[in-house]
């Protein structure tokens, strides 16, 4: 039946691609000269590619903390990620993304599949000074990652083209409708005001609370305690990341401006400063301090001030960084290991990262930063607006985000077992799904 199914999709895709110029309308020349800002657009060619490199990252970043046995597999998960959610933001998940607005909940895709009206010589209303391709090329990356996150949570159990099917399933009734919710002018969220920088609730929020509901799902696995099969594989990841993340953050100023720097400095900083309290937390509760310890810390910063990245000064970033940092190496510490195995700790670092980071951005947005917070500044400034919408935004993407992973992780399993045999699992996924081995 797979084979089937397969063997439909690619057929479809073959036709619907080759007879393309007879449904699809390109976007016209505009009357007058569009004049993009060629500084922008230079930056912003480098701003998705530096994100698109954050995927092989992270697959050498989770690849490095599994066993011998999956690291394979783990990493294919991150690979594969760049290459069906591309086609699929390609025809479709753009549309429902940045697509005219349904309510204010998801875009209608109908305009723009296949990339219809997305041209060289128009531009998107919140980037008018680079071409239109590249700010849907850019987003491309963001959903790209999304569901790459998840992966470490049902690290080592989960069977390959299960997790396909899911991919494709969160992108379009998950990733997309936060999007737009989140991003687009005419969005729910967007409208209320609510401050996501860069995707604390887009990416990082639904990231960890897909991966929660995955670890509930598929249950433990059978031998939790594993060695690491490469730390110097992990440490490799989070260079990867942070290098990769000044095009996620920085690049999210749409444009080579002083906004960009600022976020490529409170990127840096937040870093720097998360990394630093982690190892020195692991010290004062007794612990050595170690590579893992000092690469996840990192990664925790970099998701914290991802949705405050363009509206506070480089101190708040710091402390972003910092409070962060500790708050989620206290979750993994008393997270419930025995009860729920969330393998590569997920949720603890992107889930409760992101929602640190948007509820710090209520506290310290500034308008002297970027003038797009405007009156309604940050908790400690006096005024209480915008943490009050950044807290409820963050209960309902919570509710939103956990209640239709776990549905789609119900569903998939009913289409395909999610998860994969005891003696594949004891054989290991390396060899059982790919055929493969170190």
């Not at 599994?66 to 690979?79: A, C, E, P, R």
């Not at 531009?123 to 849907?136: H, K």
């Not at 969220?189 to 639904?206: I, N, R």
């Amino acid at each position: 039946m797979r084979k089937i199914i397969l063997s439909v999709l690619l057929i479809t895709i073959l036709i619907l691609t080759l007879f393309s110029n007879y449904f699809i309308i390109d976007s016209p020349a505009p009357t007058e000269a569009v004049k993009f800002d060629t500084g922008d657009t230079a930056w912003m060619i480098v701003a998705t590619a530096l994100v698109l490199i954050m995927t092989p990252g992270l697959g050498f970043f989770y690849g490095g903390m599994v066993g011998k046995k999956n690291v394979i597999s783990t990493m294919l998960q991150s690979f594969m990620a760049m290459i069906i959610v591309t086609v699929l933001w390609v025809v479709i998940a753009f549309g429902l993304s940045f697509g005219p607005s349904i309510g204010g909940i998801i875009g209608n895709p109908l305009p723009n599949l296949f990339f219809q009206g997305v041209g060289t010589n128009t531009a998107w209303s919140l980037a008018p000074t680079i071409p239109f391709m590249l700010f849907a090329l850019f987003q491309a990356k963001f959903a790209i990652i999304t569901p790459a996150l998840i992966t470490g949570a049902f690290a080592e159990r989960i069977r390959f083209w299960a997790y396909l099917l899911f991919m494709v399933l969160f992108i379009l009734l998950v990733y997309t409708p936060l999007a737009h919710m989140t991003w687009h002018p005419d969005g729910v969220f967007f409208k209320m005001g609510v401050l996501d920088f860069a995707g604390g609730t887009v990416v990082h929020m639904s990231a960890g609370w897909a991966a929660l509901a995955g670890a509930i799902f598929l249950g433990k696995r059978k031998t939790q305690k594993v060695n690491p099969a490469r730390i110097t594989y992990v440490l490799l990841g989070t260079g990867l990341l942070w290098f990769g993340w000044f095009g996620f953050n920085a690049g999210s100023a749409l444009g080579s401006n002083g906004l960009a720097v600022q976020a490529l400095g409170t990127t840096t900083v937040a870093a720097a400063a998360a990394g630093m309290a982690w190892v020195f937390l692991d010290k004062i509760l007794g612990h050595k301090l170690s590579a893992m310890g000092a690469c996840i810390g990192t990664v925790v910063g970099l998701v914290a001030i991802t949705p405050a990245a363009g509206f506070v000064t480089i101190p708040h970033a710091m402390f972003i960084g910092i409070f962060a940092s500790i708050v989620s190496n206290l979750v993994v510490s008393k997270f419930p290991k025995g009860k729920i195995d969330d393998a590569l700790d997920v949720f603890a670092c992107h889930g409760v990262g992101g929602m640190v980071g948007m509820l710090l951005t209520g506290v310290f947005a500034s308008k002297s930063v970027n003038s797009v917070v405007g009156d309604n500044q940050g908790l400690i400034f006096g005024d209480a607006t915008l943490f009050l919408n950044q807290l409820t935004a963050l209960v309902i993407v919570s509710v939103f985000a956990f209640s239709a992973s776990y549905f789609l992780f119900f569903i998939v399993n009913k289409i395909t077992p999610l998860r994969v045999s005891d003696e594949k699992e004891e054989l290991g996924l390396d060899i059982s799904q790919h055929g493969e081995f170190l």
